[in-house]
């Protein structure tokens, strides 16, 4: 069996989620990483169970032939770079979100990979969580009826305690609060409610608590998204929250509702007046070791093993959501209406 052969450009935090959920593939393993900081081969070789070489020089990692997938790992600024070098090099791809901080940055992704027809899997990995493969399987098998209302939603405060705080605070690094984190609810919304997008409207504000002080840009955002098919959804995008996580979802339908991990559905003839429960692991957690990266990337390599653009998280389907997110973003900004 053959094993892709997978190097990751930056060292830090997502990368230590991404490395153990490749080498749990059959079809993947680590065998190298890039990183700006000195590292040492055999401690890291040691420390994730397989054989990796380092590399301070990007170039020189995407010339080698052996290598077959790079993971970007780097801060969001960096992404359209490295993007479109490792695309030219004919590596296929798995990029940490955002994938950028404009829709100049994205287009310019897409042309270099449509381009040079590599393969793509893009961090919106909780599509794959249980939570919302089991909401998705709900929707899909009518028990909500057509679908009119959503709201997907996004606390998570992220303060000085967090390790993402240091660098998140900077508009040319965290850019605003829905591309920060808020996108994976955003993104969410749009794989619930099914139908492509022709307007948003957008408002943001920022806390005024000293825990978040240091951000460059408003931490709190609501959007509001008006559907092709009638339907509408809003997301909340609040990263300057004191309260415990919490990854909010309300989908209301002909036949029924869902909020969160409970359900009522006419179809089934459950009682209207006291919810129902779906067993399923909720988004309880920013911390990426706890995000379905393992079962989301099995994926992307089994679709790479038969020659397929991956299901749920490939590019094109990462860049509809940020399409829609940018114009949220411009939105806030001018204070009007954006159309898509």
């Not at 897409?110 to 899997?121: E, L, P, R, S, Y």
């Not at 995000?291 to 490939?314: C, R, V």
Request: aromatic letters at 10%; charged letters at 20%.
């Amino acid at each position: 069996m053959k094993k892709y052969n997978v190097g990751i450009i930056g060292y830090g935090w997502v990368a230590s989620a991404h490395i153990p959920a490749i080498n749990a593939s059959p079809l993947a393993q680590v065998t190298a990483v890039c990183s700006s900081r000195p590292l040492d081969s055999a401690e890291l070789s040691a420390r994730h169970g397989s054989d990796i070489a380092v590399y301070d020089d990007l170039d020189e990692m995407l010339a080698n032939p052996e290598i077959h997938v790079v993971s970007i790992c780097s801060y969001p600024n960096q992404h359209v770079a490295q993007v479109i070098k490792a695309a030219r090099a004919g590596k296929h791809l798995i990029i940490e979100k955002p994938l950028g901080l404009s829709l100049k940055d994205l287009r310019a992704m897409q042309a270099a990979i449509t381009k040079a027809k590599v393969k793509t899997c893009v961090g919106f990995e909780c599509r794959y969580s249980s939570q919302f493969l089991a909401t998705k399987a709900t929707i899909d098998a009518g028990l909500l009826g057509t679908l009119h209302y959503g709201e997907v939603d996004y606390y998570h405060g992220i303060g000085p305690w967090y390790g993402q705080f240091r660098w998140n605070t900077r508009k040319d690094a965290g850019g605003s609060s829905l591309l920060t984190a808020g996108c994976h609810a955003l993104d969410a919304l749009l794989l619930c409610m099914g139908g492509d997008v022709a307007e948003v409207t957008s408002y943001d504000s920022k806390s005024r608590s000293k825990y978040f002080k240091a951000y460059e840009y408003p931490t709190s955002s609501v959007t509001i998204v008006k559907f092709k098919n009638g339907a509408i959804g809003k997301c909340a995008a609040v990263v300057d929250c004191l309260q415990p996580y919490y990854f909010h979802t309300h989908l209301v339908g002909s036949e029924g509702s869902l909020l969160d991990n409970k359900f009522h559905s006419m179809k089934l003839g459950t009682n209207k007046g006291q919810w129902s429960t779906l067993a399923m692991k909720m988004l309880d957690s920013g911390d990426v070791s706890d995000h379905p990266y393992t079962s989301q990337f099995e994926a992307f390599f089994t679709s790479l093993a038969a020659g397929k653009d991956m299901p749920l998280t490939s590019f094109t389907d990462a860049a509809r959501s940020h399409e829609v997110i940018f114009a949220a973003d411009k939105s806030a900004a001018t204070g009007k209406p954006v159309k898509l």
